[in-house]
Nanobody
Framework: QLQLVESGGGSVQPGGSLRLSCAAP????????IAWFRQAPGKEREAISC???????NYAEPVKGRFRISRDARGNTAFLQMNSLEPEDTAVYYC???????????????????WGQGTQVTVAL
C-alpha cells in the first residue's frame, strides 16, 4: 500500500524559506505524478503545484515565482522549495500522487489517489 510521508514543515518568519519533502518509504514513485496541496484554517484545500513523471511542472498563481517543485534523480522523492514565504502561506501542506506512467504533463485539477498526512507550515513574526 502506497503511503506518502511529508516532512520539512515548521515555523518561519515572513520572507523566509522552507523545503518540503514527499516520499513513500519502500515504494517507487517514478511512475507517479506528484502534487502539493495546502489547506489553510477555514479555507478549502487548494492545489499549488505538480510535477509529472518527466518533470513537467505546473503552479497555481499564488505561488508562481516563489515556490519550486522538483523530484530526485529516480523520481522517488518530491520536493517543494518555498521562498519569500508570506503569512498567507500558513497552512497544512499535503503531497499527493497519481499513477501516470506515460504522461509528460501534470494538472492541478487531476484527482490524486494517494495522499500524505500533511505537514504544518506557519509563517509569522
Amino acid at each position: 500500500q502506497l503511503q506518502l510521508v511529508e516532512s520539512g514543515g515548521g515555523s518561519v518568519q515572513p520572507g523566509g524559506s522552507l523545503r518540503l519533502s514527499c516520499a513513500a518509504p519502500g515504494f517507487a514513485l517514478g511512475s507517479y505524478a506528484i502534487a502539493w496541496f495546502r489547506q489553510a484554517p477555514g479555507k478549502e484545500r487548494e492545489a499549488i503545484s505538480c510535477i509529472s513523471v518527466t518533470r513537467g511542472t505546473n503552479y497555481a498563481e499564488p505561488v508562481k515565482g516563489r515556490f519550486r517543485i522538483s523530484r530526485d534523480a529516480r523520481g522517488n522523492t518530491a520536493f517543494l522549495q518555498m521562498n519569500s514565504l508570506e503569512p498567507e502561506d500558513t497552512a497544512v501542506y499535503y503531497c499527493a500522487a497519481n499513477w501516470t506512467p506515460r504522461s509528460p504533463l501534470c494538472t492541478l485539477q487531476a484527482k490524486y489517489t494517494h495522499w500524505g498526512q500533511g505537514t504544518q507550515v506557519t509563517v509569522a513574526l
